[in-house]
């Protein structure tokens, strides 16, 4: 208990001092852009963020540790944690992802300061960058199933249909279906199902829904349903997940 107290005050000298400094981070979405640049393959963003330094500036930068080389290796961590889980995200093989991570954190370790630490950086984003770009152009779908992708990304809300798809695209029911499984590999009913429950994730981790609202939101037929669902894929409930996750992201990527 007194440990737990002496912990408090410590962290509430801590804010205050940060906020009478006017020590403040960076943008949230400037570091969420960047990561999905890397993932979209955007080699002229990435590029331009690494040539602007902007990864070693300490503008900005979170204080993990007073000792700046460390510090800059705690953010390296960080980086390339946040990076292998978009890129995972985006389609790139897990142990492919969590290879390359290793092997970046490795050669950090071995850095001598500062300047080594920055030039890795830079070589780690470019790389994850150059395999997703090579990655998404070997991805090529066609149109209807383009057109297919877009509109259940932007009807997540609603009950989708093979109807519905086959009208957006102009072609009949069981050729879509076809298509659909011949270019993605799975069929349309679980590829839904698949984008709704990884919406609920985000949903369940960032945000206070309960689950009622979650189920109503992305149009499952009840609540029951929506838990059912749930697990079939995740493997654990709703109620679990967001226990195990909600607003946790950070912490867990700080102690990798």
Same mark, same amino acid.
Not at 49 to 58: G, T, V
Not at 93 to 114: G, H, P, R, T, W
Not at 168 to 190: C, D, H, P, R, W
């Given at each position: 208990?007194?440990?737990?107290?002496?912990?408090?005050?410590? /962290?509430?000298?801590?804010?205050?001092?940060?906020? =009478?400094?006017?020590?403040?981070?960076?943008?949230?979405?400037?570091?969420?852009?960047?990561?999905?640049?890397?993932?979209?393959?955007?080699?002229?963003?990435?590029?331009?963020?690494?040539?602007?330094?902007?990864?070693?500036?300490?503008?900005?930068?979170?204080?993990?540790?007073?000792?700046?080389?460390?510090?800059?290796?705690?953010?390296?961590?960080?980086?390339?944690?946040?990076?292998?889980?978009?890129?995972?995200?985006?389609?790139?093989?897990?142990?492919?992802?969590?290879?390359?991570?290793?092997?970046?954190?490795?050669?950090?370790?071995?850095?001598?300061?500062?300047?080594?630490?920055?030039?890795?950086?830079?070589?780690?984003?470019?790389?994850?960058?150059?395999?997703?770009?090579?990655?998404?152009?070997?991805?090529?779908?066609?149109?209807?199933?383009?057109?297919?992708?877009?509109? !259940?990304?932007?009807?997540?809300?609603?009950?989708?249909?093979?109807?519905?798809?086959?009208?957006?695209?102009?072609?009949?029911?069981?050729?879509?279906?076809?298509?659909?499984?011949?270019?993605?590999?799975?069929?349309?009913?679980?590829?839904?199902?698949?984008?709704? !429950? =990884?919406?609920?994730?985000?949903?369940?981790?960032?945000?206070?829904?309960?689950?009622?609202?979650?189920?109503?939101?992305?149009?499952?037929?009840?609540?029951?349903?929506?838990?059912?669902?749930?697990?079939?894929?995740?493997? !654990?409930?709703?109620?679990?997940?967001?226990?195990?996750?909600?607003?946790?992201? /950070?912490?867990?990527?700080?102690?990798?």
């Amino acid at each position: 208990m007194h440990r737990q107290m002496d912990v408090d005050r410590e /962290w509430y000298r801590s804010e205050f001092m940060n906020h =009478e400094f006017m020590d403040e981070h960076r943008p949230l979405e400037r570091e969420l852009s960047f990561y999905e640049a890397v993932v979209e393959g955007d080699m002229k963003l990435v590029k331009k963020n690494c040539r602007e330094k902007d990864f070693s500036n300490p503008e900005g930068m979170g204080k993990l540790s007073e000792n700046p080389l460390q510090n800059l290796r705690y953010h390296f961590v960080v980086t390339v944690a946040m990076i292998t889980r978009y890129c995972v995200h985006g389609g790139m093989e897990q142990d492919k992802a969590y290879s390359l991570s290793d092997f970046y954190i490795l050669k950090m370790d071995k850095c001598q300061n500062v300047h080594e630490i920055s030039d890795l950086h830079d070589i780690m984003c470019m790389d994850f960058c150059e395999k997703m770009n090579a990655l998404k152009k070997s991805m090529v779908l066609s149109k209807p199933i383009v057109l297919c992708l877009d509109y !259940i990304y932007t009807h997540l809300h609603y009950k989708i249909s093979l109807d519905e798809l086959s009208e957006e695209t102009g072609l009949s029911k069981n050729y879509i279906s076809a298509l659909f499984k011949q270019e993605m590999g799975i069929t349309l009913n679980v590829y839904v199902q698949n984008i709704k !429950i =990884e919406k609920a994730c985000n949903l369940l981790r960032y945000s206070d829904y309960t689950l009622t609202d979650i189920a109503n939101y992305l149009a499952f037929s009840s609540e029951s349903h929506f838990i059912a669902n749930f697990q079939k894929i995740m493997g !654990i409930t709703p109620g679990q997940y967001r226990k195990n996750h909600f607003r946790s992201d /950070w912490e867990k990527i700080k102690k990798s």
